[in-house]
């Protein structure tokens, strides 16, 4: 079992509406730094920000180099995007998760 905190802000289409969510993920640690993990959600924090505001390449490419888990959600519920950090800490390859509630 890993303790998973996330995140969500709208994904939106270029003329503003919303289209689903982008999820971002923080594992959580057992206590001790505050101080290392106050850095960790600012920095997951600035992904999602990011994500949210740029261009669908942006949060593509972004997804792929992030070091933090993230996925996006449609409107239906169903699982549009998956990145590597997700897979590596679920086990489930995108292919497994991408389509699915």
Known sequence: EIPLKLCAVPRRGLDGTVT?????GHVQTPPGSANERSQGQMTHAKSLQAAATGTE???L???KIAGAPMFCIGLDGYI???NDKLAEITGFEPEEALNRH
């Not at 689903?20 to 971002?24: D, K, L, N, T, Y």
């Open 20 to 24: 689903g969510a982008i999820c971002v």
């Open 57 to 59: 390449g942006e949060l």
């Open 61 to 63: 490419r972004l997804m």
């Open 80 to 82: 549009q995007e998956w």
